[in-house]
């Protein structure tokens, strides 16, 4: 005779599978729950050391500021800028579980690209010929010089058959010329015509300041001081300026040097006291890394330090390997 079950233990199997389900249920949300916790704790964790990198960085900058003042207004004060001056020496500090690089370079030692145009946003010719002979000095096509002043100038008369709204409107995607002072020496790659090789030769010579800016004979390089006539010999002005303790103390010495002899320059073009200065800062805490760009304007006369903007940026090739740099030296030194 078949044996036929009873209710009560089909019961209990019922039950015993509903009891499973309910483990497998609750042990998947426990689960679910701890991983999502763990994320959120590395995540803060992410965060919290972001924030602090940030705050390192900032610290980086704020020390820069107090250079630059302390240069011009504090008691061992000098009345011009060089490349020999402690502000100009890149930096390294080691805060608790962190690291603060800091290198500081005058802006006033490259050409200005908004110098293109006058303060009624026409083309500025002398400058024009600067940017041309830069171009040259750099073997790079020098008709970009006047294509960037189309390119900023006031007005939509193109000087040149690739520029103004009539060549970027044909352009795919299309867009229009920017009329008004760049913000960032980048958006040259926005006429078309420099391959990344090309933006790599020329970036480091260039800046971009919403202000007439004058040449600082003290920090900038041969190359730019080629570029401002064609008879002038930048390499044997920065040998001269090296030969002294502190390079020119003013202008009029400059004029009046060995190197310059014979070479027709306009005095005005000139200054040895900046006033606008780039700081880059490559902070870390823990395992997070930032880099953070400052661009900075000391007032020549009560030397007051304000804030032109701020970005998180990759800087240039130039400043990436002499922060690079520093790090070697600190690791070299704690070796020894």
């Avoid at 209990?12 to 042990?27: C, E, K, S, Y």
């Avoid at 971009?208 to 003290?218: D, E, M």
Wanted: net charge negative; no cysteine.
């Amino acid at each position: 005779m078949q044996k036929i079950h009873s209710r009560p233990y089909r019961q209990q199997g019922v039950a015993l599978i509903t009891i499973m389900l309910i483990f497998t249920i609750v042990t998947v949300m426990v689960t679910s729950a701890v991983s999502r916790g763990s994320l959120d704790i590395r995540r803060t964790s992410f965060l919290l050391s972001d924030s602090q990198a940030f705050e390192y960085a900032l610290g980086g900058e704020a020390l820069a500021r107090q250079w630059l003042y302390e240069d011009l207004m504090g008691e061992n004060r000098q009345p011009h800028d060089h490349t020999g001056e402690r502000w100009y020496q890149a930096n390294v500090f080691e805060p608790e579980l962190g690291r603060i690089r800091l290198v500081i370079r005058d802006m006033e030692s490259r050409f200005n690209l908004n110098n293109l145009v006058d303060s009624e946003g026409k083309t500025n010719s002398e400058a024009l010929a600067t940017l041309r002979n830069l171009l040259n000095e750099l073997q790079l096509n020098p008709d970009l010089a006047i294509q960037l002043a189309d390119w900023i100038d006031s007005n939509q008369n193109p000087q040149t058959f690739d520029s103004e709204d009539t060549h970027f409107l044909g352009q795919e995607p299309a867009y229009r010329s920017a009329d008004q002072h760049i913000a960032d020496t980048s958006e040259l790659l926005s006429l078309g015509r420099l391959t990344k090789t090309e933006w790599q030769t020329l970036e480091p010579f260039i800046t971009s300041v919403k202000a007439t800016t004058l040449i600082n004979p003290n920090t900038a390089s041969a190359t730019i001081l080629s570029s401002l006539n064609s008879k002038l010999d930048g390499s044997k002005v920065v040998n001269e300026r090296e030969s002294k303790e502190s390079g020119f103390t003013t202008v009029e010495e400059f004029m009046a040097a060995d190197s310059t002899a014979g070479v027709e320059l306009k005095a005005e073009t000139f200054s040895v006291t900046s006033e606008y200065f780039e700081v880059w800062t490559h902070a870390s805490f823990t395992e997070r890394n930032l880099y953070l760009r400052s661009q900075l304007h000391r007032d020549r006369t009560s030397g007051t330090i304000t804030l032109l903007g701020r970005s998180l940026q990759r800087p240039p090739k130039l400043i990436r390997e002499r922060l690079q740099q520093l790090d070697s030296q600190v690791s070299d030194s704690t070796e020894t």
